[in-house]
Nanobody
C-alpha cells in the first residue's frame, strides 16, 4: 500500500521561502509522474506542480509559475517543492500524489501559512 508523507510546511512572512518534501513508500513509482497539490480553506484542491520520475519534465499551475520549483530525488523516492516569494494567498495544505485521474490515498499534507 502506497504511503505519502509530506513535511516541511510552516508559517512564514510574505516574500519568504520554504522547501516541502514528499516521501513515498510501499510501491513502485518510476512509472508515474508526481505532483504537488494544495487546498485552501473553503476551496477545492488545485494542481500546483508536476514532475516525471526522471526529473526531465516539469509543469506548473498558474499560481506556481515563476515562483515555485519542483524537483525529485528518485533513488530516495522523494519529491520536493521549493516555494519562493510566498504570498498570503499561498496559504493552504500542500499534498503530493501521482498526477493521474486515479490518485493514491492522500497523505495528511503539510500546512503552509503565509502572513502579510
Amino acid at each position: 500500500q502506497v504511503q505519502l508523507v509530506e513535511s516541511g510546511g510552516g508559517q512564514v512572512q510574505a516574500g519568504g521561502s520554504l522547501r516541502l518534501s514528499c516521501a513515498a513508500s510501499g510501491g513502485t513509482f518510476r512509472n508515474f509522474a508526481m505532483g504537488w497539490f494544495r487546498q485552501a480553506p473553503g476551496k477545492e484542491r488545485e494542481f500546483v506542480a508536476g514532475i516525471n520520475w526522471s526529473g526531465s519534465t516539469t509543469n506548473y499551475g498558474d499560481s506556481a509559475k515563476g515562483r515555485f520549483i519542483v524537483s525529485i530525488d528518485s533513488p530516495k523516492n522523494t519529491v520536493y517543492l521549493h516555494l519562493n516569494t510566498l504570498k498570503p494567498e499561498d496559504t493552504a495544505v500542500y499534498y503530493c500524489n501521482k498526477v493521474t485521474a486515479l490518485p493514491w490515498a492522500w497523505g495528511q499534507g503539510t500546512q503552509v501559512t503565509v502572513s502579510s
